[in-house]
């Protein structure tokens, strides 16, 4: 066999594999978008529930941001929360381990891994909005500046008549 040939036979094993991987993600992705993925028990809080704000030293209504330290989409997440909402809402910061710099006007709260189950905050940054009756309005993942903006604009339609 030739170099050519040998070339030519190697190169098309690798895109036949390469194929059966790309098919392989394609089929995860699509049954993770169409929700056939693994789901958390109801034990997080959803739209509707009550949550307990005064152990978190707030009141409704409120932007809970579930945070990483080093995560750098949290720190602008917070920042376009803090500069959304202005001084009408609350915003309360909570940390699994420990609180990096705080933020001003931000309630920042360290060691709060537990509170990520409880409200179902899978990937950060995560924020539940909590409406002036107390009770969760929305509640996803804000992977951008223009998901924090989108989701608080979401809400605001929601409370209007």
């Known amino acids: 066999m030739s170099f050519e040939t040998s070339a030519l036979v190697v190169t098309w094993v690798a895109l036949l594999l390469l194929a059966f991987v790309v098919a392989g993600l ?6 993770l978008s169409s929700g056939a993925g693994a789901r958390p028990a109801r034990a997080a809080l959803q739209a509707g529930d009550r949550p307990d704000l005064a152990s978190l030293g707030t009141d409704p209504p409120a932007v809970l941001l579930f945070l990483r330290a080093t995560c750098r ?7 376009e929360t803090v500069a959304v909402t202005g001084d ?11 609180v990096p710099e705080p933020t001003p006007g931000v309630v920042a709260l360290g060691n709060q891994g537990h509170l990520f189950t ?3 905050a899978l990937a ?7 409406g002036a009756d107390g009770r969760i309005t929305a509640a996803a993942p804000v992977g951008s500046r223009a998901a924090v903006r989108e989701l608080l604009a979401q809400d605001r339609v929601k409370e209007s008549p």
């Open 124 to 130: 950060t940054p995560f924020a539940v909005l909590v």
């Open 26 to 31: 394609v089929r995860q992705v699509h049954a």
């Open 118 to 120: 409880a409200y179902g």
């Open 88 to 98: 009408r809402t609350s915003v309360v910061a909570l940390y699994e381990s420990q």
């Open 73 to 79: 989409t949290c720190v602008d997440a917070l920042a």
